[in-house]
């Protein structure tokens, strides 16, 4: 069974780009995959950063979903793919927005969706 990390931004402006994350969430499952997400697997009383970097180390493969909110200044993201590179964690990048991936992994080949957002009307 993989275990994967799912790293996005939390706070997307579309609903649809929310929507699109927990349906592939679900369909990982579906194939047995373990997949490990900051909104159900770190309680309220618990220390955020200790968990991310907990769950980063007993992953196998951390999905990064690249939109203009993960490549913010302001994103979490951005320390979680850097934490992954420096424990060596295959990165699996899904484009969601038309965004360059950040320069830590922008040589890593990745999954390009962002037609499938666009014709959904996605933001």
């Not at 991310?52 to 990064?64: A, F, R, T």
């Not at 320390?79 to 964690?89: A, D, V």
């Not at 484009?95 to 969706?113: A, G, K």
């Amino acid at each position: 069974m993989k275990k994967i990390f799912i790293s996005y931004a939390r706070k997307h402006k579309d609903r649809q780009i929310n929507n699109f994350i927990n349906e592939l969430i679900e369909k990982l499952k579906s194939y047995g995959c373990e997949v490990w997400i900051d909104q159900n697997d770190i309680k309220n009383i618990e220390k955020f950063d200790s968990k991310i970097e907990e769950g980063i180390l007993n992953s196998e493969v951390v999905v990064y979903f690249i939109t203009e909110e993960s490549r913010s200044d302001y994103s979490f993201c951005l320390n979680e793919i850097q934490f992954s590179i420096i424990n060596q964690k295959k990165i699996l990048p899904v484009r969601l927005h038309s965004v360059s991936p950040p320069i830590t992994i922008c040589r890593i080949n990745y999954m390009d969706f962002t037609n499938i957002c666009e014709q959904n009307n996605c933001k």
